[in-house]
């Protein structure tokens, strides 16, 4: 479906600009030359973007996954689509960091290179279950994705049999856990938004008109009290929009770029974050005026995407090699 490429290149675009901003600001301590980094009634642009990602992640799965396919299998080719690449560019990211920054890593302790392993160690850094680990490629949103799909066979198969009572068991269990930080906000939230999506594509025009309407009075309501509440609800809103609006971008080309995009997402997000890092090291960002921003902004999407390429081209070039000294 064309409308999941096209709102997975706005949630792609939005944690590029976010991250970007994050670092030429000095994270938000020095004024923003090119773009802001909250949107209408507060909403953190990294926290709208990932709750796109959320959202299109579950009606990706509940699209492609069979019905009748186990859990086991789908947690395998989970896995494989998931772990080789994140280890990929952990080992190319960490070597050159290690070797560029002596002692970066001085503090981390060995045994949270489990974590790295289990693709938890930003997700670990972020809830706050170490300072300090080996986390340096992705970000906690991928931890926290990880756990969505261990609960994935269990939501299809509710939808499936129970669609209320699955949407009251999530509400029941996810809202307390999330007023009361025991996730660190990091996970109840988008189940639920993961759950929406997996949803979405079972509802008609008329449903999802209504649900957009709710969404909007829900975050308005909410505005100020709860800024992942509030985030979960415009999301909710801007994703029903752009679902609607795709079908006037339903083109070749526009099919075309989203495609590529949605393709190359998950390498993207793996490199773009230590890429923007690294590009900064030797700039005075204070004195970093409108015109020099705007050139890093765009050597930074060149630099990116370079980088995401060449991670797919090297994965590629090792699964080829590796199954080549497969005996026949």
Not at 303 to 324: E, S, Y
Request: hydrophobic share 55%.
């Amino acid at each position: 479906m064309f409308y999941l490429d096209f709102v997975r290149a706005v949630a792609l675009a939005a944690i590029l600009v976010i991250h970007f901003n994050a670092t030429v600001t000095g994270y938000f301590t020095l004024p923003h030359k090119l773009f802001a980094s909250t949107l209408p009634f507060g909403i953190y642009l990294g926290d709208f973007g990932s709750s796109l990602f959320f959202m299109v992640s579950g009606a990706a799965l509940a699209l492609t996954v069979p019905p009748e396919q186990k859990p086991w299998t789908f947690y395998k080719k989970r896995a494989r689509a998931i772990y080789p690449l994140f280890w990929l560019a952990w080992a190319v990211c960490f070597s050159l960091r290690f070797l560029s920054k002596p002692g970066y890593y001085a503090a981390a302790k060995t045994p949270t290179l489990l974590l790295t392993v289990l693709g938890l160690d930003n997700f670990a850094v972020a809830a706050g279950w170490v300072g300090m680990d080996f986390a340096c490629v992705g970000e906690w949103f991928l931890g926290s994705i990880l756990f969505l799909y261990l609960l994935f066979p269990l939501l299809n198969q509710g939808l499936r049999r129970c669609p209320a009572g699955t949407w009251a068991a999530a509400f029941a269990v996810c809202l307390p856990v999330h007023l009361s930080g025991w996730d660190a906000q990091l996970v109840a939230i988008h189940l639920l938004e993961f759950l929406f999506g997996m949803q979405f594509l079972k509802l008609g025009g008329k449903a999802r008109a209504g649900l957009a309407v709710l969404a909007a009075a829900g975050t308005v309501l909410c505005s100020g009290r709860d800024g992942k509440i509030t985030c979960a609800l415009f999301s909710l809103l801007v994703f029903t929009l752009l679902a609607a609006v795709s079908r006037l971008l339903d083109r070749p080309w526009p099919q075309a770029v989203c495609a590529y995009l949605a393709k190359i997402s998950y390498a993207v997000f793996l490199v773009h974050h230590v890429l923007i890092q690294r590009m900064v090291e030797r700039f005075d960002l204070a004195a970093l005026g409108r015109r020099d921003t705007l050139f890093l902004f765009l050597i930074y999407l060149g630099g990116t995407w370079a980088a995401a390429v060449g991670l797919l081209w090297l994965h590629r070039r090792i699964q080829k090699g590796i199954a080549a000294l497969r005996p026949q």
